[in-house]
């Protein structure tokens, strides 16, 4: 199962990687409007958490996600679930994601701003890691909720 998560996570960070690389290069001009301005690709730089939450918490921010994915890194390397295996890789990519934007974008040192890109209603903009943590993290609690054994390895 360890391949499947780390599998998982590799693709969740290139999708999140490579989709914020065009929206730097594709959105500086200014939004572009896919359903009128309900539903809109739009270049922002978020300093702080979701809805732009703790702006300057960022080196807080970042070591929390540090935290979780060791976590995730302990848990998931030993389950035998497939299901929870996937759900971790898919939490793990998008920390990854939204880590590297805190670790290489300026000013860096856990302070980096996270590209976000996607715009839907009143909603606040996010990225396909936002999307992979909630996505994530909504199937590790259903699949708890239905009694998915973590089935640890070597138990």
């Not at 996607?118 to 606040?124: L, T």
Request: some cysteine.
């Amino acid at each position: 199962m360890r391949r499947k998560l780390a599998v998982c996570a590799l693709l969740v960070f290139l999708a999140d990687y490579l989709t914020k690389a065009m929206a730097v290069k594709f959105l500086i001009d200014g939004p572009k409007l896919i359903i009128g301005t309900f539903f809109k690709f739009e270049l922002r730089f978020n300093k702080g958490a979701a809805f732009s939450l703790a702006t300057s918490k960022t080196i807080f921010l970042s070591g929390f996600a540090i935290l979780v994915a060791a976590a995730i890194f302990y848990l998931g390397s030993r389950t035998s679930s497939k299901p929870l295996a996937l759900a971790f890789g898919t939490v793990l990519g998008g920390i990854f994601g939204n880590l590297s934007d805190r670790i290489f974008r300026s000013p860096g040192g856990l302070q980096g701003a996270v590209v976000d890109w996607i715009s839907v209603g009143s909603w606040p903009t996010f990225n396909i890691a936002d999307s992979a943590v909630v996505i994530g993290a909504l199937s590790i609690l259903y699949l708890r909720w239905k009694n998915i054994p973590l089935r640890m390895v070597g138990k």
